[in-house]
């Protein structure tokens, strides 16, 4: 258990409207992700944080956008969401090095 | 083509079956292999992690790497209904940037008593 936790867990929204996902940890890592999940695709990255206020994009990150205000929480914006964001995502913590933990995972459906 | 490439199965064995799960990569420069296991509406957790080329063991688990033919494996050895579970392969060039990290769309297990 690397001490990730996801709100919320299950969320249903409506096309154009603002969602946010959060990510909170408890053990002071440096490096915090977020990835998405689709069938056939994988795991690919939106964004990742390591440091408070230090953000990057990762392989997907249109239409999303992060914050890390306090090194404990990492939190994802779809600033207007899409059908094409119905997905599974998952917060990851680095730690011992290069090796990468997931949380639980975030449903989110775009209706 | 995808840098990483993963038979989606499903892969259907009997209980005690050994099971084989395999991996392909263009980039010959991954050095960094991992595998890991990922129930049903869970997050991914890692299994096996290996450097270079060679095999590791852990229980009833051997990793193995072949990088002359850029290909991975994950053996599971007596295999038991919950090993029932999506694998997926993970590699990366570097030590430190796992904001590198390319991942494989993971193969679908079922283990059947």
């Known amino acids: 258990d690397a001490g990730i936790t996801q709100s919320p867990r299950h969320k249903v929204t409506e096309t154009g409207t603002p969602v946010t996902l959060r990510c909170h940890q408890t053990e002071n890592h440096r490096y915090m992700y977020w990835y998405r999940q689709d069938p056939g695709h994988g795991l690919r990255l939106i964004h990742y944080s390591y440091g408070v206020k230090d953000t990057d994009k990762g392989e997907v990150s249109d239409g999303y956008s992060v914050s890390r205000s306090k090194t404990e929480d990492f939190l994802l914006t779809l600033e207007s969401a899409t059908s094409s964001q119905t997905s599974v995502y998952f917060c990851?913590?680095?730690?011992?090095?290069?090796?990468?933990?997931f949380g639980e995972g975030s449903w989110l459906t775009v209706v | 083509q995808k840098e990483v490439e993963q038979d989606p199965g499903p892969l259907s064995v009997p209980e005690g079956a050994i099971v084989s799960l395999n991996c392909t990569y263009s980039n010959s420069a991954f050095q960094y292999f991992m595998w890991y296991r990922q129930y049903s509406r869970k997050g991914p957790e890692l299994l096996m992690y290996t450097y270079s080329s060679g095999n590791k063991e852990d229980g009833r688990f051997t990793a193995q790497v072949d990088k002359s033919s850029k290909y991975i494996s994950l053996f599971i050895r007596d295999s038991q209904p919950s090993d029932s579970a999506t694998y997926l392969c993970a590699m990366s060039q570097t030590y430190y940037n796992t904001d590198k990290l390319i991942f494989g769309t993971g193969t679908r297990l079922q283990v059947f008593p």
């Open positions: 990851a913590i680095e730690q011992n090095g290069n090796t990468i933990y």
